[in-house]
């Protein structure tokens, strides 16, 4: 994806001023909604990657990278919408975000909804 394109988070901003910098490790994600939104981003570019390394230690260890690959490349990406934020601002320590994730794979339109819990480490979000 370029930087001069929308980003796929549906922000309103370009995907190198919002989601493209925090999957490249340019700059770390300031709240827990911003890395919703790189995570999102991310499976909507393929950077499995990075969906990885954003896990917690635990979800990580569990990770399956062959079915998030799949979903990926399977799925046709139409937007994210951000429900409710809990805490997980800049000064926060954890933060929960509702959101769902809309998208259409086998031809049929699909509406994930889910609530993450995330949790600021050392290096951040």
């Known amino acids: 994806m370029k930087n001069e394109e929308n980003c796929p988070c549906k922000s309103g901003k ?11 490790g340019a ?3 300031e709240t827990a909604e911003a890395l919703m939104r790189a995570r999102y981003s991310s ?10 390394t954003s896990a917690t230690a635990a ?3 569990e990770f399956d990278e062959n079915a998030s690959r799949a979903w990926s490349k399977a799925a046709q990406w139409h937007g994210l919408e951000i429900l409710g934020v809990q ?3 800049k000064g926060d320590k954890k933060g929960v975000v509702e959101f769902r994730a809309l998208y259409t794979a086998n031809g049929e339109f699909c509406n994930h909804h889910e609530v993450s819990q995330f949790v600021k ?3 951040g979000w």
């Open 14 to 24: 370009l995907f190198g001023e919002c989601c493209g910098p925090i999957i490249a």
């Open 27 to 29: 700059v770390k994600a």
């Open 43 to 52: 499976y909507v570019t393929g950077d499995i990657e990075f969906l990885k």
């Open 59 to 61: 979800v990580q260890a």
């Open 87 to 89: 805490e997980g601002q």
């Open 121 to 123: 480490e050392k290096d």
